[in-house]
């Protein structure tokens, strides 16, 4: 079965920097686009990054650019996300989520559980 | 910032039918010719990952009950829960493609059964 797993989560100081891992399994990773999407503490669902299948196109939102890599290793099965100058609004739940495949397909199949990440002094 | 907006919550007794709207704009649901970026749902209970609803406007995954269903018309979509049941109580997001943001959400609604 499908499954996802981030890890990294914790707590870092403002200007700080964190890595959080998405890992796969129970499918072709190397073969769909995966997604970061967060959740602020009683908030909703936010956009954050996407990577193409083999890595070569990455997208991300306004709010983390410049400081946000999405990365991926294929031999591996895992999802990286670096960040980098955190602030204290990026405090949330992190999920990595599968994009479904097919050429009007538009969106998350499979999430994974989250990872907390909190940005304080 | 969420660009797709839904109301904050909806309740109903057991049995009854509720409706969530989710409206966007000519960027998302709107876009192109009439016809848009298809809409999708995702139900998310406390403390668990949101888990797909309804895909491609009013497509049900495998597993889904027929008591969800879905439907676009424009810049708006709605989804409906017919046959209300305790284990529908959960949060709700609607989810689209913005030609500006990429991929955006709805504000969520709050489903309470009564």
């Known amino acids: 079965q499908v499954q996802l797993v981030e890890s990294g989560g914790g707590v870092v100081q403002p200007g700080k920097s964190l890595r959080l891992s998405c890992a796969a399994s129970?499918?072709?990773?190397?073969?769909?686009?995966i997604h970061w999407v967060r959740q602020a503490p009683g908030q909703g669902l936010a956009w954050v990054a996407v990577?193409?299948?083999?890595?070569?196109?990455?997208y991300y939102a306004d709010s983390v650019k410049g400081r946000f890599t999405i990365s991926r290793d294929n031999s591996k099965n895992t999802l990286y996300l670096q960040m980098n100058n955190l602030r204290p609004e990026d405090t949330a739940v992190y999920f990595c989520?599968?994009?479904?495949?097919?050429?009007?397909?538009?969106?998350?199949?499979?999430w994974g559980q989250g990872t907390l990440v909190t940005v304080s002094s | 910032q969420s660009v797709l907006t839904q109301p904050p919550s909806v309740s109903g007794a057991p049995g009854q039918t509720v409706t969530i709207s989710c409206t966007g704009s000519?960027?998302?649901?709107?876009?192109?010719?009439?016809?848009?970026?298809?809409v999708h749902w995702y139900q998310q209970v406390p403390g668990a990952a949101p888990k797909l609803l309804l895909f491609?406007?009013?497509n049900r995954p495998s597993g889904v009950p027929d008591r969800f269903s879905g439907s676009k018309s424009g810049t708006s979509a709605s989804l409906a829960i017919t046959g209300l049941q305790a284990e529908d109580e959960a949060e709700y997001y609607c989810?689209?493609?913005?030609?500006?943001?990429?991929?955006?959400f709805g504000t969520g609604t709050k489903v309470t059964v009564l």
């Open positions: 989520a599968r994009y479904c495949r097919g050429a009007s397909c538009a969106h998350f199949d499979y």
């Open positions: 129970g499918f072709a990773f190397n073969t769909y686009s």
């Open positions: 990577i193409s299948y083999d890595g070569s196109n990455k």
């Open positions: 000519s960027s998302n649901l709107g876009a192109g010719n009439g016809a848009g970026y298809a």
């Open positions: 491609d406007n009013h």
């Open positions: 989810q689209s493609y913005d030609s500006g943001l990429f991929y955006v």
